[in-house]
């Protein structure tokens, strides 16, 4: 052990190094060189495979001398070097990127039905690792931004890289419904929801698990809505007693936000008819389900914001084939005209007006974020999540009124920047991948698909029946469907 501790005897004793330094130094200085200069590197040769180790050899061992120290790596600076008395510059932080410009309204009517359904398929991947979680959870785990789809959702509901839950998939089955029957018609709108029910592939919100169920074992669809309320309140009692995660304690039912989440094709096949027409097809998708006030006004608030998002044009003042109920050339195309048109002549219950009228009161816009980790931890996050926190009861957003305004918070929130409007929509956390799924159909209806990022794109799932390219040509369907004033119409 004491061997081991002392110079390596391969090269020598420290008398001998020693005096071989000075031996250099008195050759540099009778050349006339500084005694800084570094020394020009020996002639390497390698040692003999027979020789010891360096580290275990005793001093008697070897008498040969000591290599010199290794001199400095040559600066890989260009051009003259800077004087000596010159500080060091402390390095300079790479310029974030410039905020992309604000989109302004328009597409033709196959880029918005495209963008509208690829949207919300988009916004429910990205939001669905974090379902149920609260926003500040989110945000204290992608630091950086709910940038990207997340391959980390784990648990018993974990949904697979780039696949959609079942809020998507009840929403395709809608469209698929309008495309098929060219308009809303309960029976058909009911079995294709029911009819795409795949709990094996997807994750399903408790109330929807038990409406599928139940008419799939023939339950009378006009009987549903009370039956399964009443089980879910003897669930959630039971819960409340039993469980500590409030999650599983939220008030899932007729009036949650389901039908809600599922509205946004209706709005757009329904984009130039009157309002009382809207409002019967979105009736007809929910009588089986959602049958209560609450739950219907909620459905509405989404299809006429799809409805009137499909209707605005770049450049003019207001909307045009706003029909009966419209918002007039008055109300312009910006997020007060929005909510203007949605609390005048949409909603309905008084939860849903006062919703509408808080967030008309707290709304502001978030300026373009290149940072989001300095986003999250500044002001307008904040003030973000305050008014979420408002809008929501315990942060999850479950009853259709506080869906709704939520959705509409991080869509108007960010006009003209759909991306990141579908981001904070997803960093809101609560039925995550619903309400980036509302706020992505709205930027397609809006702004067409031109602002869909290929990094998530290319990152769907892209089945033979349920992918990407499936949905892009419902989509492509969808948009010859336009029913006004009664009469459906179908362009060849």
């Keep these: 052990m004491q061997a081991q501790l002392r110079a390596p005897s391969g090269a020598g004793s420290w008398q001998q190094a020693r005096s071989a330094r000075r031996a250099r130094a008195d050759c540099r200085a009778s050349a006339g060189l500084s005694s800084r200069a570094p020394a020009p590197l020996p002639a390497f040769s390698p040692a003999s495979d027979a020789s010891p180790s360096p580290r275990c050899s005793s001093p008697a061992s070897s008498s040969a001398p000591l290599p010199s120290v290794r001199a400095p790596a040559p600066s890989l600076r260009r051009g003259p070097a800077p004087p000596a008395s010159s500080a060091p510059t402390a390095p300079v932080a790479p310029a974030a990127p410039a905020p992309a410009p604000a989109l302004t309204p328009g597409g033709s009517t ?45 648990g018993p509901d974990a949904v697979p890289y780039g696949e959609y839950t079942g809020e998507m998939c009840n929403l395709l089955a809608v469209a698929a419904s309008l495309v098929a029957c060219n308009g809303a018609h309960p029976d058909a709108l ?13 994750r399903y ?53 389901c039908a809600a989440a599922r ?39 989404v299809a006429a914001a799809v409805g009137w998002a499909a209707r605005q044009q770049a450049g ?19 997020p007060e005209a929005l909510l203007a048109f949605l609390t005048e002549h949409v909603a309905v219950t008084t939860d849903m007006r006062g ?30 999540a305050g008014l979420f926190s408002r809008l929501s009861f315990h942060g999850y957003a479950t009853v259709g009124s ?65 992918g990407r390219d499936a949905v892009a040509k419902l989509a492509r369907e969808l948009a010859a469907v336009e029913v006004a004033k009664g009469l459906a119409t179908r362009e060849e």
């Excluded at 003019?316 to 910006?334: M, R, S």
């Excluded at 808080?358 to 973000?384: E, H, I, M, N």
């Design 190 to 202: 009911r079995e294709a929801i029911v009819g795409s029910y795949s709990p094996e592939t997807r």
């Design 355 to 384: 919703k509408l009228a808080l967030l008309k009161d707290g709304l502001f816009q978030v300026g373009p974020v290149t940072d989001w980790r300095s986003f999250y931890a500044g002001p307008a996050w904040a003030r973000l």
């Design 263 to 301: 509205a946004a094709p209706i709005g757009y096949a329904y984009r130039s008819a009157p309002h009382d027409q809207l409002l019967t097809a979105v009736r007809a998708s929910l009588e089986f389900s959602h049958a209560t006030p609450l739950g219907l006004d909620a459905a509405a608030v």
């Design 205 to 257: 919100s408790p109330y929807d698990k038990i409406v599928a169920e139940a008419v799939l074992q023939g339950v009378d669809p006009a009987d549903v809505p009370e039956l399964a309320e009443r089980y879910l309140a003897e669930a959630t009692r039971r819960h409340a007693s039993t469980a500590s995660d409030r999650a599983e304690r939220e008030p899932y039912g007729p009036s949650d936000l």
């Design 110 to 154: 196959e880029s918005r039905a495209v963008g509208m359904l690829l949207g919300a398929m988009c916004g429910n991947v990205l939001g669905a690792p974090h379902q149920d979680e609260r926003q500040y959870q989110v945000v204290s785990v992608r630091r950086t931004g709910v940038t990207d789809f997340w391959k980390y959702d784990f």
């Design 316 to 334: 003019e003042p207001g909307a045009e084939g706003a029909g009966e109920g419209g918002e007039g050339a008055e109300g312009g195309c910006g």
């Design 402 to 466: 506080e869906f709704a305004a939520v959705a509409l918070l991080a869509f108007l929130s960010s006009w003209g920047r759909p991306e990141q409007a579908v981001i904070i929509a997803a960093s809101f956390g609560g039925h995550a991948p619903a309400t980036a799924q509302v706020v992505g159909a709205l930027g397609g209806a809006l702004y067409g698909d031109g602002w869909l990022p290929d990094r998530w794109l290319d990152e769907l799932e892209n089945g033979e029946e349920a």
